[in-house]
């Protein structure tokens, strides 16, 4: 198994055990990450529409890329909170929970999410 497939299947399956508990009222935090840029968005699943969206791109952020990260997050919650969502679970994708993921996820808790 190369590398490529490795990541693909640990995608799906973090995103396979947020999906278990079907009957839930939470939104999906998910999360993306390139090299120079993360997004951010809260999808509807069961409409599937995206609610909320932010990235570090149209923010045009300053400071370090865990310092984008954070910004981008606050700026999901404050778009999330005024679309009327306040809980969500959080779907880092195959990311791990650590650096710039772990600052976003920080950032949309500050700015009034709940995961």
Do not use: C, W
């Not at 778009?79 to 779907?91: S, T």
């Amino acid at each position: 198994m190369n590398r490529l497939e490795q990541t693909v299947r640990r995608k799906f399956r973090t995103r396979n055990k947020l999906k278990r508990p079907v009957k839930t009222d939470r939104l999906r935090l998910s999360v993306f990450r390139s090299s120079k840029h993360i997004y951010a968005q809260v999808i509807d699943d069961t409409k599937g529409v995206t609610v909320a969206e932010a990235n570090s791109k149209s923010l045009a952020a300053t400071g370090d890329k865990s310092a984008q990260a954070k910004a981008v997050g606050l700026a999901l919650a404050e778009k999330a909170k005024a679309a009327g969502v306040e809980n969500v679970v959080f779907d880092r994708g195959g990311y791990r929970y650590h650096g710039r993921i772990k600052a976003l996820a920080d950032g949309a808790r500050e700015g009034g999410l709940n995961f």
